[in-house]
Protein backbone atom coordinates (compact mmCIF):
# COMPACT_ATOMS: atom_id res chain seq x y z
CA UNK A 1 0.00 0.00 0.00
CA UNK A 2 1.44 3.07 -1.19
CA UNK A 3 2.04 5.42 2.03
CA UNK A 4 0.14 9.02 2.06
CA UNK A 5 2.30 10.21 4.70
CA UNK A 6 4.24 13.30 4.54
CA UNK A 7 8.07 13.73 4.72
CA UNK A 8 8.79 16.02 6.95
CA UNK A 9 10.24 19.27 6.49
CA UNK A 10 13.82 19.50 6.95
CA UNK A 11 15.95 21.59 9.42
CA UNK A 12 17.15 24.17 6.83
CA UNK A 13 13.40 24.58 5.12
CA UNK A 14 12.51 25.37 8.77
CA UNK A 15 14.81 27.42 9.28
CA UNK A 16 14.17 29.52 5.96
CA UNK A 17 10.15 29.46 6.55
CA UNK A 18 10.69 30.84 9.77
CA UNK A 19 13.30 33.08 9.97
CA UNK A 20 12.48 36.30 11.25
CA UNK A 21 10.61 34.39 14.35
CA UNK A 22 12.78 32.81 15.34
CA UNK A 23 15.26 35.99 15.03
CA UNK A 24 13.07 37.94 16.81
CA UNK A 25 13.07 35.79 19.64
CA UNK A 26 16.93 35.59 19.77
CA UNK A 27 16.86 39.83 19.62
CA UNK A 28 13.61 39.96 22.20
CA UNK A 29 15.43 37.73 24.75
CA UNK A 30 18.74 39.71 24.60
CA UNK A 31 16.82 42.77 25.58
CA UNK A 32 15.34 41.14 27.88
CA UNK A 33 18.44 39.72 29.42
CA UNK A 34 19.89 42.90 29.40
CA UNK A 35 17.67 44.29 31.42
CA UNK A 36 17.74 42.16 34.15
CA UNK A 37 16.13 41.63 37.48
CA UNK A 38 14.64 44.94 38.61
CA UNK A 39 13.31 45.35 41.97
CA UNK A 40 11.74 47.08 44.30
CA UNK A 41 9.53 47.95 47.46
CA UNK A 42 5.77 49.30 47.15
CA UNK A 43 5.06 50.28 51.09
CA UNK A 44 5.95 46.59 52.45
CA UNK A 45 5.51 44.55 49.49
CA UNK A 46 9.09 44.15 47.30
CA UNK A 47 7.51 43.52 43.55
CA UNK A 48 10.22 41.41 41.37
CA UNK A 49 10.36 41.64 37.67
CA UNK A 50 12.19 39.28 35.55
CA UNK A 51 13.76 38.97 31.98
CA UNK A 52 11.05 36.98 31.12
CA UNK A 53 8.23 39.50 31.68
CA UNK A 54 10.16 42.25 29.96
CA UNK A 55 10.32 39.61 26.39
CA UNK A 56 6.48 38.95 27.44
CA UNK A 57 5.89 42.73 26.88
CA UNK A 58 7.71 43.19 24.15
CA UNK A 59 6.26 40.48 22.13
CA UNK A 60 3.10 41.65 22.84
CA UNK A 61 3.44 44.76 21.68
CA UNK A 62 4.95 43.22 18.52
CA UNK A 63 2.07 41.22 18.26
CA UNK A 64 -0.53 41.06 15.29
CA UNK A 65 -3.43 43.21 17.18
CA UNK A 66 -0.51 46.38 18.12
CA UNK A 67 2.75 47.16 15.97
CA UNK A 68 1.90 43.71 13.45
CA UNK A 69 5.43 42.56 12.91
CA UNK A 70 4.40 38.98 13.52
CA UNK A 71 1.68 37.30 10.98
CA UNK A 72 -1.22 35.19 12.11
CA UNK A 73 1.09 32.21 11.02
CA UNK A 74 3.89 33.17 12.41
CA UNK A 75 1.72 33.63 15.85
CA UNK A 76 0.22 30.19 15.31
CA UNK A 77 3.35 28.61 14.53
CA UNK A 78 4.93 30.37 17.57
CA UNK A 79 2.53 28.80 20.07
CA UNK A 80 3.01 25.03 18.89
CA UNK A 81 6.87 25.79 19.60
CA UNK A 82 6.32 26.47 23.58
CA UNK A 83 6.14 23.35 23.96
CA UNK A 84 9.66 22.63 23.09
CA UNK A 85 10.94 24.95 25.46
CA UNK A 86 8.87 23.26 28.32
CA UNK A 87 9.62 19.72 27.77
CA UNK A 88 13.13 20.07 28.87
CA UNK A 89 11.70 21.82 32.06
CA UNK A 90 9.69 18.63 32.70
CA UNK A 91 12.56 16.26 32.63
CA UNK A 92 14.12 19.12 35.04
CA UNK A 93 11.37 18.25 37.15
CA UNK A 94 11.14 14.93 37.46
CA UNK A 95 14.98 14.30 38.04
CA UNK A 96 14.20 17.11 40.81
CA UNK A 97 12.16 14.99 42.32
CA UNK A 98 14.38 11.95 41.68
CA UNK A 99 17.03 14.44 43.94
CA UNK A 100 15.11 15.57 46.36
CA UNK A 101 12.75 12.90 47.53
CA UNK A 102 14.43 12.69 51.35
CA UNK A 103 14.20 16.17 51.77
CA UNK A 104 10.84 16.41 50.59
CA UNK A 105 9.50 13.39 52.78
CA UNK A 106 11.53 15.67 55.72
CA UNK A 107 9.15 18.39 54.93
CA UNK A 108 5.92 17.02 55.65
CA UNK A 109 2.77 16.31 54.97
CA UNK A 110 1.70 19.65 55.16
CA UNK A 111 3.35 21.03 51.95
CA UNK A 112 1.58 18.48 50.39
CA UNK A 113 -1.94 19.06 51.34
CA UNK A 114 -1.65 22.49 49.59
CA UNK A 115 -2.14 21.52 46.81
CA UNK A 116 -5.96 20.91 47.72
CA UNK A 117 -6.22 24.87 47.64
CA UNK A 118 -6.67 24.58 43.17
CA UNK A 119 -10.48 23.30 43.64
CA UNK A 120 -11.28 26.10 45.15
CA UNK A 121 -9.58 27.50 41.89
CA UNK A 122 -12.00 25.12 39.45
CA UNK A 123 -15.00 25.79 42.02
CA UNK A 124 -15.06 29.82 41.80
CA UNK A 125 -13.02 30.40 38.69
CA UNK A 126 -14.80 27.57 36.43
CA UNK A 127 -18.45 29.49 36.74
CA UNK A 128 -17.38 32.37 35.84
CA UNK A 129 -15.83 31.87 32.55
CA UNK A 130 -18.33 30.29 31.47
CA UNK A 131 -20.54 33.14 32.60
CA UNK A 132 -18.29 35.37 30.72
CA UNK A 133 -18.86 33.28 27.10
CA UNK A 134 -15.25 31.01 27.74
CA UNK A 135 -15.28 27.57 26.18
CA UNK A 136 -13.17 25.12 26.05
CA UNK A 137 -10.03 27.70 26.68
CA UNK A 138 -11.87 27.61 29.97
CA UNK A 139 -10.56 23.78 31.52
CA UNK A 140 -6.93 24.55 30.41
CA UNK A 141 -7.41 28.32 32.42
CA UNK A 142 -9.02 27.07 35.83
CA UNK A 143 -7.62 23.04 36.07
CA UNK A 144 -4.42 24.39 37.64
CA UNK A 145 -2.61 28.10 38.57
CA UNK A 146 -0.96 27.44 35.13
CA UNK A 147 2.60 27.95 35.71
CA UNK A 148 5.36 25.93 33.47
CA UNK A 149 4.22 22.58 34.51
CA UNK A 150 0.76 22.83 34.29
CA UNK A 151 1.01 24.41 30.62
CA UNK A 152 3.40 21.61 29.31
CA UNK A 153 1.18 18.81 30.92
CA UNK A 154 -2.05 19.93 29.13
CA UNK A 155 -0.12 20.65 26.00
CA UNK A 156 0.98 16.87 25.77
CA UNK A 157 -2.66 16.10 26.54
CA UNK A 158 -4.47 18.26 24.60
CA UNK A 159 -2.35 20.12 21.94
CA UNK A 160 -0.18 23.30 21.67
CA UNK A 161 -3.25 24.57 19.20
CA UNK A 162 -6.21 23.06 21.53
CA UNK A 163 -8.85 25.38 23.11
CA UNK A 164 -7.77 24.09 26.34
CA UNK A 165 -4.07 24.73 25.83
CA UNK A 166 -4.83 28.39 24.95
CA UNK A 167 -6.76 29.02 27.97
CA UNK A 168 -3.99 27.59 29.82
CA UNK A 169 -1.17 29.85 28.17
CA UNK A 170 -3.73 32.82 28.49
CA UNK A 171 -3.33 32.23 32.84
CA UNK A 172 0.53 31.64 32.15
CA UNK A 173 0.74 35.45 30.61
CA UNK A 174 -1.24 36.63 32.67
CA UNK A 175 0.38 35.24 36.09
CA UNK A 176 3.86 36.62 34.77
CA UNK A 177 2.33 40.46 34.11
CA UNK A 178 -0.46 40.76 36.75
CA UNK A 179 0.49 37.59 39.07
CA UNK A 180 3.82 39.02 40.35
CA UNK A 181 3.08 42.26 41.90
CA UNK A 182 -0.21 41.04 43.08
CA UNK A 183 1.27 38.05 44.96
CA UNK A 184 3.78 40.71 46.72
CA UNK A 185 0.92 43.00 48.03
CA UNK A 186 -1.36 39.90 49.00
CA UNK A 187 1.79 38.42 50.99
CA UNK A 188 1.91 41.74 52.46
CA UNK A 189 -1.68 42.38 53.06
CA UNK A 190 -1.84 39.13 54.74
CA UNK A 191 0.68 39.46 56.78
CA UNK A 192 -0.76 42.43 58.40
CA UNK A 193 -3.48 40.44 59.18
CA UNK A 194 -1.14 39.38 62.32
CA UNK A 195 -2.98 35.74 61.88
CA UNK A 196 -1.06 33.10 60.41
CA UNK A 197 2.66 32.31 61.70
CA UNK A 198 5.39 33.90 59.27
CA UNK A 199 6.12 30.08 58.37
CA UNK A 200 3.08 29.28 57.83
CA UNK A 201 3.07 32.31 55.60
CA UNK A 202 6.42 30.95 53.73
CA UNK A 203 4.88 27.59 52.88
CA UNK A 204 1.98 29.31 51.22
CA UNK A 205 4.50 31.01 48.91
CA UNK A 206 5.09 28.15 46.62
CA UNK A 207 2.42 27.75 44.05
CA UNK A 208 5.13 25.55 40.89
CA UNK A 209 6.51 29.30 39.87
CA UNK A 210 9.79 30.52 40.97
CA UNK A 211 8.81 34.01 40.11
CA UNK A 212 6.28 34.53 42.49
CA UNK A 213 7.70 32.60 44.97
CA UNK A 214 10.88 35.10 44.77
CA UNK A 215 8.17 37.70 45.23
CA UNK A 216 6.17 36.96 47.62
CA UNK A 217 8.54 35.35 50.32
CA UNK A 218 10.77 38.54 49.67
CA UNK A 219 8.12 40.34 50.58
CA UNK A 220 7.66 38.03 53.84
CA UNK A 221 11.41 38.24 54.90
CA UNK A 222 11.61 42.05 54.60
CA UNK A 223 8.33 41.85 57.25
CA UNK A 224 9.64 39.06 59.51
CA UNK A 225 13.95 39.70 59.45
CA UNK A 226 14.10 37.58 62.15
CA UNK A 227 12.55 34.50 60.04
CA UNK A 228 13.93 35.73 56.86
CA UNK A 229 16.25 32.32 56.87
CA UNK A 230 13.92 29.92 57.62
CA UNK A 231 10.74 31.84 55.25
CA UNK A 232 13.12 31.57 52.32
CA UNK A 233 14.03 28.08 52.99
CA UNK A 234 10.56 26.74 53.32
CA UNK A 235 9.17 28.51 50.58
CA UNK A 236 11.34 27.06 48.05
CA UNK A 237 11.02 23.70 49.15
CA UNK A 238 7.10 24.66 49.01
CA UNK A 239 7.48 25.94 45.52
CA UNK A 240 9.81 22.78 44.26
CA UNK A 241 7.18 19.93 45.89
CA UNK A 242 4.26 22.00 44.13
CA UNK A 243 6.22 21.90 40.83
CA UNK A 244 6.73 18.03 42.01
CA UNK A 245 3.19 17.35 43.44
CA UNK A 246 1.61 19.79 41.19
CA UNK A 247 1.60 18.04 38.06
CA UNK A 248 0.45 14.63 39.71
CA UNK A 249 -2.69 16.92 41.57
CA UNK A 250 -3.78 17.94 38.03
CA UNK A 251 -3.27 15.26 35.92
CA UNK A 252 -5.15 12.71 38.42
CA UNK A 253 -7.41 15.18 40.02
CA UNK A 254 -7.80 18.82 39.07
CA UNK A 255 -8.17 18.47 35.76
CA UNK A 256 -10.82 15.33 35.82
CA UNK A 257 -13.03 17.14 38.01
CA UNK A 258 -12.46 20.30 35.71
CA UNK A 259 -13.48 18.26 32.72
CA UNK A 260 -16.63 17.17 34.60
CA UNK A 261 -17.60 20.58 36.07
CA UNK A 262 -17.34 22.12 32.68
CA UNK A 263 -19.73 19.55 31.05
CA UNK A 264 -22.36 19.65 33.37
CA UNK A 265 -22.26 23.52 33.75
CA UNK A 266 -21.71 24.46 30.32
CA UNK A 267 -25.59 24.01 29.07
CA UNK A 268 -26.54 25.85 32.01
CA UNK A 269 -24.13 28.74 32.30
CA UNK A 270 -22.51 29.90 29.11
CA UNK A 271 -24.43 32.80 27.08
CA UNK A 272 -26.59 31.96 24.07
CA UNK A 273 -25.27 28.48 23.83
CA UNK A 274 -27.64 25.70 23.24
CA UNK A 275 -27.72 22.02 25.38
CA UNK A 276 -25.85 20.34 22.49
CA UNK A 277 -23.14 21.46 20.27
CA UNK A 278 -20.34 22.37 22.67
CA UNK A 279 -20.72 20.27 25.14
CA UNK A 280 -20.07 16.95 23.26
CA UNK A 281 -16.95 15.56 23.60
CA UNK A 282 -14.58 15.60 20.99
CA UNK A 283 -12.47 12.87 19.93
CA UNK A 284 -9.19 12.94 21.90
CA UNK A 285 -10.24 14.53 24.93
CA UNK A 286 -8.48 13.07 28.06
Known amino acids: MESTAQPRQSIWGNLKDNYRLYLAAFIIVTIAEFIGVKTFHVGSALIVLYPMLFA ?11 LRFFTKKEAKKASSLVLVVITPFMAKVGVLAGANLPELVNVGPALAFQELGHVGTILLALPVALLLGVKKEAIGATSSTCRDKDYGLICHLYGSDSPEARGALSIYIIGFLIGTVYIGFLASIV ?68 K ?13 NSRHGNTKKLKGDV
Open 56 to 66: IVISVLLGRDI
Open 191 to 258: ASLNFFHPLALAMACGIGSGVMMAAASGTLAAIYPDYADQIIMLAGASDMLAAIVGIYFTLFISLPIT
Open 260 to 272: KLYYFLEPKLSRG
